[in-house]
T-cell receptor, first 113, second 111 residues
Framework: EAGVVQSPRYKIIEKKQPVAFWCNPISGHNTLYWYRQNLGQGPELLIRYENEEAVDDSQLPKDRFSAERLKGVDSTLKIQPAELGDSAVYLC???????????FGQGTRLTVV | GQQLNQSPQSMFIQEGEDVSMNCTSSSIFNTWLWYKQEPGEGPVLLIALYKAGELTSNGRLTAQFGITRKDSFLNISASIPSDVGIYFCAGRDNYGQNFVFGPGTRLSVLP
C-alpha cells in the first residue's frame, strides 16, 4: 500500500513569493492533516480535513495561508506571500477516520530567504 | 492549550543498552501515540495506546499508557545504531479530535 505522498521534497524561495505544497493521502483515508514542524520541535497542526471539509483550521494563519481538498482526496497548502519565519518542514498526514492514528508523508522542507 | 513534556530531551547511550523515555501531560488523555523521526523524513508510527494501563510491544519497543492517563512511557531494549532518531509522543484528550505532539527525545547510539 502506498503511503502519504508529498511534493516537492524541498523548496527554496525568496520572501514575499508564493509557494504551494501538494499531498496525496493513503487511499481510502478520509481524514487529512497539515502540520508545520519548526527546527527542533514537534509537529504543530495547521488544519484538519474530514473528506473535503476543513473541520479545524483554528491554527492556520489565514492572512497568508490557505488550503484546499477538492473532491476529498489530495490537498494543497499555499502560502502567499511567504515570510522568513515560514521556513519549516510542512508535513501532511492521513488517517482512515479522525479517531485513528495518523500516518505521515516525508514532508516538504521550505526555506525562505 | 495542551502541552506535552518529554524527558529526557536527548540521550547518548552505548549500543546494546536499554532506553527509557517518557511523556507527561497536564491533561488526561484517551490516546497516546509514539513516533520516530529520522533526518529528512516524516514521523513513523511505532506504537498506539488506547487504554489506561495498556502495555504494547513492537519488536524491541514497549510502550505503556500510564494509569493516571497523564503520562506514557517508551522503552527500547538492546539498542542498535538504527534506533538513532527523534522520538515523539502525541496525545489526544476526550474533548479534542487532534493530536498534540511533544518536543521529542533525541536518541544517539554509540557503537
Amino acid at each position: 500500500e502506498a503511503g502519504v505522498v508529498q511534493s516537492p521534497r524541498y523548496k527554496i524561495i525568496e520572501k514575499k513569493q508564493p509557494v504551494a505544497f501538494w499531498c496525496n493521502p493513503i487511499s481510502g483515508h478520509n481524514t487529512l492533516y497539515w502540520y508545520r514542524q519548526n527546527l527542533g520541535q514537534g509537529p504543530e497542526l495547521l488544519i484538519r480535513y474530514e473528506n473535503e471539509e476543513a473541520v479545524d483550521d483554528s491554527q492556520l494563519p489565514k492572512d497568508r495561508f490557505s488550503a484546499e481538498r477538492l473532491k476529498g482526496v489530495d490537498s494543497t497548502l499555499k502560502i502567499q506571500p511567504a515570510e522568513l519565519g515560514d521556513s519549516a518542514v510542512y508535513l501532511c498526514a492521513s488517517s482512515p477516520e479522525v479517531d485513528f492514528e495518523a500516518f505521515f508523508g516525508q514532508g516538504t522542507r521550505l526555506t525562505v530567504v | 492549550g495542551q502541552q506535552l513534556n518529554q524527558s529526557p530531551q536527548s540521550m547518548f547511550i552505548q549500543e546494546g543498552e536499554d532506553v527509557s523515555m517518557n511523556c507527561t501531560s497536564s491533561s488526561i488523555f484517551n490516546t497516546w501515540l509514539w513516533y520516530k523521526q529520522e533526518p529528512g523524513e516524516g514521523p513513523v508510527l511505532l506504537i498506539a495506546l488506547y487504554k489506561a494501563g495498556e502495555l504494547t510491544s513492537n519488536g524491541r519497543l514497549t510502550a505503556q499508557f500510564g494509569i493516571t492517563r497523564k503520562d506514557s512511557f517508551l522503552n527500547i531494549s538492546a539498542s542498535i545504531p538504527s534506533d538513532v532518531g527523534i522520538y515523539f509522543c502525541a496525545g489526544r484528550d476526550n474533548y479534542g479530535q487532534n493530536f498534540v505532539f511533544g518536543p521529542g527525545t533525541r536518541l544517539s547510539v554509540l557503537p
